[in-house]
């Protein structure tokens, strides 16, 4: 997709910046062509990621051959270039020219169809329109013009920061919405009505969905039913009450074995319990479960009720059992934290695939007076979990930039500052503004105030 007549000189600059504007969404492009406007004239592939349809226009009547050819470096052609710019967001002056930029090449021969080859490969333009930065005009010019969504696209889709509307072109031309698993998606990101946009136009919420799409069972053939993920999920009484009202299953069992009601249960959301209760969900939850409920919901009564019954329950709980600890930190439930520990949960216990630490994740959802308790009580303030080797403290920059909503009332800048004055390494801190997963304003502030460069 190169212009053969670009300097060669100038090549790794056009790639840096093309590969920017496609998978950077923090402005790096934008930064880049700031600080060196020049680079919009470099060649034809920054005519295209930039939606100049001029200057396409005369590339392509001059070398027809590059609307169809496919870019050794990358194994990508013009079209999924322009599809996958994030130029319409980064300057939304630049959307007509996008989608102008991609009817120029569609009418001098580029494959709507057309997929990947080389380290990228399997996507296609339509793909490349839907992932990341959604750009619909350009989903429904490639609609028209043949593209056909499939299933992973509808997937991809609902992750779209397009209000959606990447989706519902979507779904007025998949064929087969009935055996979709896209439903995982919402499902994974609370988004309620997506689901009922999927279940409107046909998708089946008994259809098995694959494990790796919550981010779990990689390579494997493990499937999570609808309300077992919906659950797990802790996701909102209306999304189960929706699902089940729809048909699926409120007793189909995940890959762990658990029914939804006995997860629900050991997450203590009694409210889920009882919308799987009304639908006809099967009781089943173990003592061992009805204690985590119990301790979840900051109820010392009942859970020393049943450790009364059964002086052992403690000392046989799981692994991930004891790491429910991390759930109600993540929450910033600081009560029910300090009742788990004061009944001998672990300050070091690990929960899900991420080896993460309760600490990990009260500072992570902001939860300051949690982690003010963890502290106390001796938790490790330089622990590290097992997938990205960070610390709490990185955990709590991450986390005010992305602002989860799993804690009630979040406050990233109060928990670095009670961080760092415990004494928190910055030893392994920079900030950049490239950094593809920045801290808040505020809380970059605070860094730089305590040392940390950048």
């Known amino acids: 997709m190169s212009d053969p007549q670009a300097p060669s000189d100038l090549s790794e600059q056009e790639l840096a910046f093309c590969q920017a504007s496609i998978r950077d969404w923090h402005g790096r492009a934008a930064r880049m062509l700031a600080a060196n406007p020049e680079i919009a004239g470099y060649g034809f592939a920054t005519a295209v990621v930039l939606g100049d ?14 609307a169809t050819r496919t870019d050794t470096r990358t194994g990508w052609t013009a079209l999924h270039v322009a599809c996958a710019s994030r130029w319409h967001r980064l300057d939304p002056a630049r959307a007509p020219g996008l989608v102008e930029v991609a009817r120029l090449l569609l009418d001098a021969g580029a494959d709507p169809v057309a997929r990947t080859c080389g380290p990228r490969a399997d996507w296609t333009p339509l793909r490349c329109a839907v992932a990341g930065a959604a750009n619909p005009d350009i989903v429904h010019l490639l609609l028209e013009r043949g593209a056909v969504p499939d299933d992973h696209d509808l997937y991809l889709a609902c992750f779209g920061d397009d209000d959606r509307e990447s989706l519902r072109l979507l779904l007025g031309h998949a064929p087969n919405v009935h055996e979709t698993t896209a439903l995982s998606a ?12 999927l279940l409107d136009a046909g998708a089946n919420p008994n259809q098995p969905m694959p494990a790796e799409l919550f981010g779990t069972g990689h390579g494997t ?7 077992y993920a919906a659950v797990e999920f802790d996701c909102h009484v209306e999304m189960l009450d929706l699902l089940l009202a729809r048909g699926a299953d409120p007793d189909a069992a995940g890959p762990d074995g658990r029914s939804p009601y006995r997860v629900a249960i050991s997450h203590g959301r009694t409210a889920l319990a009882a919308m799987l209760r009304r639908h006809g969900a099967r009781d089943g939850a173990t ?22 019954a059964d002086p052992g329950l403690v000392d046989r709980l799981s692994e991930d059992e004891r790491g429910a600890i991390e759930l109600a930190a993540e929450r910033g439930d600081t009560e029910a934290v ?17 080896g993460s630490t309760p600490l990990h994740a009260a500072a992570y959802s902001g939860s300051a007076e ?44 109060t928990t670095v500052r009670i961080l760092l004055d415990a004494g928190a390494s910055t030893e392994s801190f920079e900030l950049s503004p490239d950094d593809l997963k920045p801290a808040s304003a505020e809380v970059a502030d605070i860094l730089r105030a305590a040392g940390v460069r950048g």
Do not use: Y
């Open 53 to 66: 349809a001029a200057r396409v226009r005369e590339a392509i009547t001059r070398d027809p051959g590059l």
């Open 338 to 354: 300090r009742l788990m520990l004061d009944l001998g949960f672990p300050l070091d216990a690990r929960r899900g695939d991420h």
């Open 221 to 227: 053939e493990l499937t999570w039913p609808a309300a």
């Open 287 to 308: 003592s061992a479960e009805r204690f985590l409920s119990a301790c979840l919901r900051g109820d010392q009564a009942s859970a020393r009720e049943l450790i009364a």
């Open 370 to 413: 949690t982690v003010r308790l963890l502290l106390a009580r001796g938790a490790d303030i330089e622990a590290r979990d097992a997938t990205w080797d960070s610390t709490p403290l990185e955990w709590a920059k991450v986390g005010s930039g992305l602002r989860p909503r799993t804690s009630p009332n979040p406050d990233w800048a």
């Open 186 to 197: 919402p499902i994974s990101t609370g988004d309620i009505e997506a689901v009922r946009m």
